[in-house]
């Protein structure tokens, strides 16, 4: 199925082929990180505020994480949730990066058509031309996102549940 702009949740980015799913279960995840960005207020809750209700403040949540492999080397991984995060897991819509090159030639020019590519200054230089050209080759057809990302979407979602990570 194509990616037309539609945003893609968690359960339909976790379907990775299964030797990815094997391989990240060597890799060693770490969160490093975790960020609060205030979200820009629209031009409705604009008008809310001036007739004089309460501005409520939404946040996005960003976690970056340091994945290393067997081979030694580490690679960077961004998770972003919107405000709103929902009860089930992986019913949710995010936005993930990931420094390695299986990201930026395979997942990452869909996944920013389908608005589920972490973008900012940093992430969108390393990407460069990688936005702007399609894959010629996508194993599988389905592959969203690489083993990094993967493995640090199921420490994630082990974190929101038993650590209360967005609370
Ligand atoms: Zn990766």
Known sequence: MPLINRTLTIRQLNQIDAGRIDRSKDLRVKLVNSYKILQKTSFFQKILKF???????NYYRLFKYAVKSNSGSTYTVFIQVSPGFKQQFYDNKIKVFCSCADFMFRSAYNLNKSDNLFLNKATKIHLDKALEIAPTTVPGGTTHICKHVYACLM?????????????
């Open 51 to 57: 007739l004089g209700f309460k501005e409520t403040l």
């Open 155 to 167: 420490d994630f979602r082990y974190k929101v549940h038993n650590q209360g990570i967005l609370k």
